[in-house]
């Protein structure tokens, strides 16, 4: 069984910054993948950013040049940078943690609230 726990989030006034945090425990294992998915109210989730073992990332469109995700496989922990935050980021923030390639859903956090408002 694998815990993942989300931290930092909160209101921010546009054009902030705002960092987010998730450690992964549990039984032994490694990692493939770890990510940021969000979810706003009335919309369908959407993932974020990625990065995989090797240090390989990948944004979405909308956060390019604002956010920046990092982490390290053996701590098993991943960081989101927002920058430049705008309204639209409002959403429920889920870090995700895929131990294998062959397991697209991976083990999710609860989620951490991120509010961009003035």
């Known amino acids: 069984q694998v815990q993942v726990v989300e931290s930092g989030g909160g209101l921010v006034q546009p054009g902030g910054s705002k960092t987010l945090s998730c450690a992964a425990s549990?039984?032994?294992?490694?990692?493939?993948?770890m990510a940021w998915h969000r979810q706003a109210p009335g919309k369908m989730p959407e993932v974020v950013a990625s990065?995989?073992?090797?240090?390989?990332?990948s944004y979405r469109d909308s956060v390019k040049g604002r956010f920046t995700i990092s982490g390290d496989a053996a701590k098993k922990t991943v960081h989101l940078q927002m920058n430049s935050l705008r309204p639209e980021d409002t959403a429920v923030y889920y870090c995700?943690?895929?131990?294998?390639?062959?397991?697209?859903?991976?083990?999710w956090g609860h989620g951490t609230q991120v509010t961009v408002s003035a």
């Open positions: 995700v943690i895929r131990p294998r390639a062959s397991d697209p859903d991976g083990f």
């Open positions: 990065i995989t073992s090797n240090g390989t990332t």
């Open positions: 549990g039984d032994d294992f490694s990692i493939y993948l």
